[in-house]
C-alpha cells in the first residue's frame, strides 16, 4: 500500500509540474522544448534572443523570435508567462468615440 501511496504522489507532483506555465524569462531549454511546437532550435534561438534584447515583456513578444509565427503562438499562448505573470488578457472593445450616438436596436418585423 506504501508503496502505491508513493507511486501516486510521484505521478501528481510530476502532472503538476506538466500544468505549470512556462516562464519565458527563465525556463530553461528543456522546459521550452516541452511546449507544443517548440523544439530545440526554436528553444535555442528563444534563449538567444532573451540574452540578447532581454527580458520578455509580455508573452506575444515571444514571434519576435526568429521561427516563431503566430500559429505556434497560438498552441503555446495559454502556458506563457513571462515574470510570474499569466499570459495577457484579451483586447477590449474599442470605445464609442466621444459624442457618437450608440447603434439604436432593430425594431423586431411583425409577422403575417
Known amino acids: 500500500m506504501k508503496s502505491v501511496l508513493i507511486a501516486l504522489l510521484t505521478w ?6 506538466a500544468w505549470a506555465a512556462v ?8 522546459q521550452l522544448e516541452a511546449l507544443p511546437g ?7 534561438a528563444i534563449i538567444e534572443y532573451r540574452t540578447k534584447n532581454g527580458p520578455f515583456k509580455a508573452p506575444e513578444d515571444v514571434m519576435k523570435v526568429s521561427g516563431i509565427k503566430q500559429g ?21 472593445p474599442a470605445e464609442a468615440k466621444a459624442g457618437a450616438k450608440p447603434a439604436e436596436p432593430k425594431k423586431e418585423e411583425k409577422k403575417k
Open 23 to 30: 516562464d519565458l524569462n527563465a525556463a530553461s531549454q528543456q
Open 72 to 92: 505556434t503562438f497560438d498552441k503555446i499562448k495559454g502556458e506563457l508567462t513571462v515574470g510570474g505573470k499569466g499570459p495577457a488578457p484579451a483586447a477590449k
Open 12 to 17: 501528481l507532483a510530476m502532472m503538476a509540474g
Open 38 to 44: 517548440i523544439g530545440p532550435a526554436k528553444a535555442k
